[in-house]
Nanobody, 115 residues
Framework: QVQLVESGGGLVQPGGSLILSCVAS????????MAWYRQPPGKERELVAT???????DYGDTVKGRFTISRDDKKHTVYLQMNSLKPEDTAVYYC?????????WGQGTQVTVSS
């Protein structure tokens, strides 16, 4: 079993920045893919960024050039640096991990972009 705990959400003004963190705990060796998804109000969950262990990162079209995903495998942690935030980035952000073929989700952290 893998448990995920996210942190770093909050209220930020348009144009501002936030960094989200997600720590994975449990009996873990190498995590294959670590990713961030988000679910805006009234919409479906969508991929924000993904970081496979042995290939390149990838981003959703709406966040390319503004968001950066990174990971620290020694700490089993994935980060999401969010810059130039827009009101449409408002959503609950979820950490996702694929480990030994199983999908795991965090509880979500709210990000609100508003003046």
């Amino acid at each position: 079993q893998v448990q995920l705990v996210e942190s770093g959400g909050g209220l930020v003004q348009p144009g501002g920045s936030l960094i989200l963190s997600c720590v994975a705990s449990g009996t873990i060796c190498i995590i294959n893919t670590m990713a961030w998804y988000r679910q805006p109000p009234g919409k479906e969950r969508e991929l924000v960024a993904t970081s496979p262990a042995y290939s390149a990162t990838d981003y959703g079209d709406t966040v390319k050039g503004r968001f950066t995903i990174s990971r620290d495998d020694k700490k089993h942690t994935v980060y999401l640096q969010m810059n130039s935030l827009k009101p449409e980035d408002t959503a609950v952000y979820y950490c996702n991990v694929i480990y030994r073929g199983q999908y795991y989700w965090g509880q979500g952290t709210q990000v609100t972009v508003s003046s």
